[in-house]
């Protein structure tokens, strides 16, 4: 009875494995057309999941869980027997009953003919008849057609049935590696100034892409905003964005060449142009150092006679005659690692307190500088304000006759 019940237990769990496998390949065979057809948002991976762990797990109940234990329940087992061993149940209702009437050594002799008649025909049973062939050959077949298929779309199209998985296995990700692409993304998650330049590049390997595009998402965005990306290089493409003054996602989009991938592509073709897909990157916004206040004070030449000029708060235009110094003094917004007058051709540096910043030059010709700062974290402020220097002509003294206001005669 024991080598019956392990037969029929045995039978069922495998019958219980292909069952499941016959379903699990049929939802992935699905979920992979699907995903090829229509490229499956991440809600739909997450639905599609949630579906399949549910039809499995209830598969698993019903064919491993639940009914291998009925399977060789005490019932199962003495019907079997009673089908499998001719005239087991009479010779052993005889021997009870001769049991229960015994009265002479005769009677024990036949109760026991009875019993050993009752073992040796057990004996010759060996259990494993119980085996359910025909059930696991039934469900074999039933399971044949989903794995067939898997099988054939694993050996035509492995990558798009890899990505697929991957996708289902990670229903939040975004990535897809489309015609065998895999893409290297820099800076990845970044932060930038507020109004500078974002610069984006791109390796690739493992097939080739046809054209490369940035896809971009901000808060107020309906939909991505997408940017061709140039060439810069074999495998390599680049993409500049340029006054960024909010917070956005961003991801790459490649189109696999045309005959990249064999087959793979060629269905691809036929059925929409899917693209290889990065995973989304974050890139947040930060506010520049900017120039807060602004003095400025003049030392003019010394034959002039005039006194020192402060003028606070200052324009940063400078108007003064030629050789005057001129003390700059001002605060930024933000704590300073450097600071710098850029004056075209030259650039001074400026010494720094936290926030504020000293300088100095003198007055020699026209033209104009930017007062460039960089704060601690090393954002700089983008769009300096272009200050004018304007030098003063030192013009010869002009005198005026007051009086008298008119020709005058002396006497003599």
């Not at 492995?158 to 290297?184: F, Y």
């Not at 054209?211 to 493409?237: D, H, I, K, N």
């Not at 026209?366 to 030192?394: M, S």
Request: aromatic share 6%; proline share 7%; with cysteine.
């Amino acid at each position: 009875m024991r080598t019956t019940r392990v037969a029929w237990r045995l039978s069922g769990a495998l019958a219980g494995v292909v069952s499941m496998g016959g379903v699990l390949a049929a939802f992935l065979l699905i979920v992979f057309l699907l995903d090829v057809l229509f490229v499956l948002s991440p809600w739909a991976r997450w639905a599609c999941l949630t579906a399949g762990l549910a039809t499995t797990s209830y598969v698993a109940w019903r064919h491993l869980l639940s009914s291998v234990p009925l399977f060789a329940s005490d019932e199962r087992v003495a019907a079997h027997l009673e089908a499998h061993v001719p005239d087991l149940d009479n010779a052993a209702i005889n021997a009870v009953q001769l049991a229960k009437n015994v009265s002479d050594g005769e009677s024990l002799d036949l109760v026991a003919q009875y019993l050993s008649s009752v073992a040796q025909r057990l004996r010759r049973h060996s259990g494993w008849e119980a085996f359910d062939t025909a059930g696991l050959w039934s469900g074999a077949k039933r399971a044949f057609g989903p794995l067939a298929a898997m099988a054939v779309c694993a050996g035509l199209f492995p990558e798009p049935l890899a990505d697929s998985m991957n996708r289902l296995l990670h229903p939040s990700t975004t990535t897809s590696r489309a015609g065998g692409i895999r893409m290297e993304v820099s800076p990845g998650d970044a932060v930038v100034v507020v109004g500078g330049t974002f610069d984006v590049h791109v390796s690739i390997e493992g097939g080739e892409a046809e054209s490369l595009a940035l896809e971009r998402e901000e808060a107020s965005s309906v939909t991505p905003l997408e940017q061709p990306m140039r060439p810069a290089g074999e495998g390599r493409y680049a993409a500049t964005l340029h006054d960024v003054q909010a917070p956005f996602n961003y991801r790459i989009a490649a189109v696999p060449a045309k005959g990249s991938s064999g087959h793979v592509h060629g269905l691809l073709r036929r059925v929409g142009e899917r693209r290889a897909m990065s995973k989304t990157y974050h890139v947040r916004t930060a506010p520049p150092p900017e120039v807060e206040t602004l003095a400025l004070r003049y030392a003019y030449p010394a034959y002039t006679g005039l006194a020192d000029k402060i003028e606070d708060p200052s324009s940063g235009d400078v108007r003064a005659v030629v050789g005057t110094e001129v003390a700059l003094e001002g605060t930024s917004t933000k704590p300073l690692a450097r600071a710098d007058l850029d004056f075209g051709d030259t650039t001074q540096g400026a010494a720094l307190s936290a926030r504020t910043f000293r300088a100095g030059f003198t007055v020699r010709e026209p033209g104009v500088y930017r007062i460039c700062l960089e704060d601690e974290a090393g954002f700089t402020n983008v769009k300096p304000i272009t200050h004018a220097i304007v030098p003063l002509p030192d013009r010869p003294p002009k005198v005026t006759l007051i009086s008298p206001d008119e020709d005058v005669t002396i006497p003599a």
